[in-house]
């Protein structure tokens, strides 16, 4: 069973930027993932799991404004590459299309909380602690539904479920992005 795990822990890197890791692959529409992406060791001893990707959904500052001190964030998917893996025998393309669906499954839960907290009032959104267990709660939402879409398809065995979760968050991403 091919399974995924998740980076429980959301991180707000910086209130003002954000600097790339090696290690860190941040979600783009644009661009697959390839094998290339899970640079971590397999567990050879779970034989339940032939890949498995780590994700989670960081926040910064887009804009702090000047004159009334109001903030808008961006938030956003990313995968760590050295915690994510493959094993020999599961480096195929269907493999690597479920775990590219779990990072959408991120990244939809990313721009969910993007504008959740960009309609909140810009003194609310002074609030870091607030700020943060949005965040938190967020990902728990994200882990529960990547726990769900491994359930429903055996982490990807069951082929007619995973077509039925392709096209799930396909229409999902249409309606994140009206």
């Known amino acids: 069973m091919k399974r995924f795990s998740l980076l429980i822990i959301g991180l707000i890197l910086s209130f003002s930027g954000y600097s790339q890791s090696d290690d860190t692959l941040p979600y783009d529409s644009k661009t697959k993932l390839t094998w290339q992406d899970f640079n971590g060791k ?44 493959v094993k020999a025998g599961y480096k195929d393309d269907y493999s690597l299309k479920h775990e590219q669906l779990h990072f959408d499954i991120a990244h939809l839960y990313a721009e969910s909380l993007e504008i959740e907290l960009n309609s909140l009032d810009r003194k609310t959104l002074k609030q870091k602690d607030l700020v943060q267990q949005k965040l938190q709660e967020q990902i728990r939402l994200m882990q529960e539904y990547q726990d769900l879409y491994d359930r429903q398809t055996y982490g990807g065995n069951n082929t007619r479920m995973q077509k039925v979760w392709e096209n799930k968050i396909k229409k999902e991403f249409q309606i994140i992005h009206i």
């Open 42 to 85: 397999p567990n050879y001893a779970d034989r339940s799991k032939g890949a498995e990707i780590t994700v989670s959904i960081f926040l910064k500052v887009r804009e702090t404004s000047f004159w009334s001190g109001g903030i808008s964030y961006d938030a956003y998917a990313v995968a760590f590459k050295n915690d994510s893996w």
